[in-house]
């Protein structure tokens, strides 16, 4: 019968907690692992099954398997492993890292560029590098190096303690003590002398050693001392001397101080009436000669501002730079050496100073010399510049001539640059060369204006190749002139001084714009009549040959001059006439050509050709009435090149010539024509008005096509859009005079 008691019941649960205990520690891994002592580092989760639900995700996401995570794959392989200490073991008693977080370092190290070396590498490296530092310092195989010996006592004796320190002098008694130290023991019997022992003796044994060496110490410290002081001594002496030149130095400029005050006493001693420029200038040049090469460095430029100041504010008031150009400028260049003004230049050199000089970085604060002219002297100036008429240079050019070699840099290139140069644009943007007639200033040639100032003025103003400045305005005025020009007033006045400025330039201009309309105009307007000749035509042609190559003049008087005169010949050969007069003629015009043309024109081959050919003609009608023959039949072959010309000159008499057809002349050509009468341009807009259809044109002063009036052509009307108001977007009839003018040229 089973027996219940208090005792069993405990028994029987103590067995139950040792089973579960013992059913817990069999299905606990790491129980296991530590009861084996072996730390457990392989518990790498297994595998999650392809079709499974976590695998699915992290597909969706991108994860690929045996690539790490993240966008890039840099990231882990596989989870984080644990690595557990056995029990009761501390810190470094296993290895910390596992060998999963080890391969994951130099993953990721790799993906750097970097190699990582573990631990136990490093220190299998640092004691290679012992050993082989161990090795290296070896003497014999043993593999001990050697003891370093221990540094001798070094003695000296009294003879070189003395020689060390200069003027030092040791006692008798006492140098032989010191000599008592050396390499072998000696006995001191007296203070008189040494005496080497006989016998080995024992240093602790006597108290002479101890003596001996506490003296030796004494007088080596004595003798460095010594020494030292003697080095203080001589720098005392140097310093003397130093401190000697520099009240010298302070007496001298005493000297000058006192010098100074007495000629400002002097200067400022003068009365009223006769405080003057004159006198001024001559006691500042008295004190300046007066001065030596020391004193002369004594920057001297706020007295001189200062006393003179007063009487240069009197003179800028009453100043007028037109009429009066010098005012006090030939004091100032009296006393620029005191001012620190800079030596005068050259034109060439103050225009490369206008170009790179003030381009340079200046001082943060003006000198006042500086700041004097800034105040008094440039104000006059600018109202001068404003009222003055750019037409007449002279004027302002002696103003800035006189001026020049006492002005700083940078108030020249402000006045040259900002007021000079913006009136000189102006005026460029003004100038009307096809009002030449009227005698208007806005006709001028630029040459009287313009080209005086090139001096002064830097290369983007003067360089004809340079897309900016005054040189490229005026080019583009004088592309639009040429391109204009009214060819029956002869050649365009200045073109020498065009030549010289523009080089290479001008020659492509007058080809470009000038010669197909000089052609076209020699063709239209000369003609060839051996009873009455008129030369004007020709002449005025004649007027743009020094501007074209000879070759290039050559080219045009065979296709316009000679193909008209061998029309004429011809015409003259087949009406049975006299031909000496013929031959007169031929040679008439072959002397006039000579004389009128550059010297070699007619020996140029594109004239002698024409001058054989017409002779050739000659001959063979010649011939032809000799054998009674038919001229026109013999000529035939010859004037085949010319054969529309001969039919149309057959129809007519021998003494008029065939002019062409000119076209029909439409209003837009008349307007054309106003507006180069008028120094104007007409431009296409591109553009076509709302309410009508009509294009729209642009007329204006400007070469660049800006500004000025919009307008359309209707009829025999022209009609312009209003400027402001409710008539800003409306066209209004105008005619062609004054008012259309001003309104084309903004004014």
């Given at each position: ?141 043993s593999g001990t190096s050697t003891p370093t010996a221990r540094p001798k006592p070094k003695y ?435 002397q006039q050509l000579d004389e009128r043309l550059p010297e070699g024109f007619n020996d140029m ?139 084309a040229e903004g004014r």
């Open positions: 019968m089973p027996h219940f008691g208090m005792g069993d019941t405990r028994a029987n649960e103590d067995s139950s907690d040792s089973d579960h205990r013992h059913k817990r520690r069999k299905t606990n891994q790491m129980h296991s692992s530590l009861k084996n002592g072996m730390p457990n580092s392989a518990s790498t989760a297994s595998p999650a099954a392809p079709n499974s639900f976590a695998a699915k995700m992290m597909a969706k996401m991108g994860y690929v398997e045996g690539q790490g995570l993240g966008a890039t794959g840099r990231g882990r392989l596989a989870p984080i492993e644990t690595q557990l200490r056995p029990q009761g073991a501390g810190l470094g008693a296993v290895k910390e890292k596992t060998k999963q977080a080890k391969e994951e370092e130099r993953r990721e190290a790799a993906f750097r560029g970097q190699k990582v070396e573990d631990s136990s590498e490093e220190e299998r490296k640092r004691r290679r590098r012992l050993k082989d530092k161990r090795k290296s310092g070896a003497t014999d195989g000296r004796t009294a003879a070189e303690i003395e020689a060390a320190a200069e003027g030092l002098e040791i006692p008798n008694v006492l140098k032989s003590i010191i000599d008592a130290t050396g390499h072998e023991t000696r006995l001191l019997t007296s203070t008189a002398g040494l005496m080497s022992a006989q016998s080995p003796m024992v240093r602790a044994e006597t108290e002479s050693m101890k003596l001996t060496r506490m003296a030796q110490r004494e007088a080596a410290a004595f003798a460095d001392e010594w020494r030292a002081l003697q080095e203080r001594k001589d720098f005392y002496v140097r310093q003397g001397k130093e401190l000697q030149l520099a009240i010298q130095d302070e007496e001298e400029e005493d000297r000058t101080a006192n010098n100074l005050i007495d000629a400002v006493d002097d200067l400022q001693s003068l009365s009223g009436t006769n405080l003057s420029w004159e006198t001024i200038t001559a006691k500042l040049e008295s004190l300046t000669n007066s001065l030596d090469a020391k004193e002369n460095s004594i920057d001297l430029q706020e007295l001189t501002v200062a006393l003179v100041l007063p009487l240069f504010k009197i003179a800028m008031q009453d100043w007028e730079p037109l009429t009066n150009s010098e005012s006090v400028a030939p004091y100032l260049q009296r006393l620029k050496y005191i001012l620190h003004v800079q030596p005068g230049s050259s034109s060439k050199e103050l225009a490369l100073q206008n170009g790179n000089t003030y381009s340079k970085m200046q001082s943060k604060s003006t000198t006042p010399y500086e700041s004097m002219l800034y105040t008094f002297w440039l104000p006059p100036i600018r109202s001068s510049i404003i009222s003055w008429d750019v037409y007449n240079p002279e004027q302002l050019i002696s103003v800035i001539e006189a001026w020049k070699t006492v002005l700083p840099p940078f108030i020249l290139a402000n006045v040259i640059d900002q007021l000079i140069v913006h009136r000189l644009t102006s005026a460029v943007a003004a100038w009307r060369p096809k009002r030449s007639r009227d005698g208007g200033p806005r006709s001028s040639s630029p040459q009287k204006w313009l080209f005086p100032w090139f001096q002064y003025l830097d290369a983007q103003h003067t360089d004809p190749q340079s897309s900016i400045g005054l040189m490229s305005d005026v080019k583009r005025r004088l592309k639009s002139v040429l391109s204009t020009w009214d060819l029956s007033y002869g050649a365009f006045p200045g073109l020498e001084q065009w030549q010289s400025i523009f080089n290479a330039d001008l020659p492509h201009m007058l080809v470009r714009y000038i010669l197909p309309r000089l052609a076209e105009y020699f063709s239209a307007q000369f003609d060839i009549d051996p009873a009455d000749q008129n030369m004007k035509p020709m002449e005025r042609v004649l007027q743009w040959v020094p501007y074209f190559p000879l070759l290039t003049v050559a080219q045009l008087f065979a296709n316009v001059f000679f193909k008209k005169w061998l029309n004429i010949l011809y015409i003259w050969l087949i009406g049975n006439p006299d031909h000496n007069e013929i031959m007169e003629w031929y040679q008439w015009w072959k081959p594109v004239v002698a050709a024409r001058w054989e050919k017409g002779l050739e003609i000659i001959n063979v009608a010649l011939d032809a009435n000799e054998r009674d023959a038919d001229v026109v039949t013999e000529l035939e072959p010859l004037m085949s090149e010319n054969s529309d010309e001969k039919e149309q000159a057959t129809q007519e008499a021998p003494t008029h010539l065939t002019k062409p057809i000119e076209p029909a002349v439409t209003f837009k050509d008349v307007v054309e024509d106003w507006c180069a009468d008028n120094g104007l341009l007409m431009f296409p807009m591109r553009e076509a008005d709302l309410q009508t259809g009509l294009p729209l044109f642009r007329i204006t002063a400007s070469a660049s096509g800006k500004g000025g009036a919009v307008m359309y052509l209707k009829g025999d009307v022209v009609w312009v859009r209003g400027s402001s108001g409710t008539n800003k977007w409306s066209f209004l009839p105008m005619g062609l005079d004054d008012a259309l003018a001003t309104k």
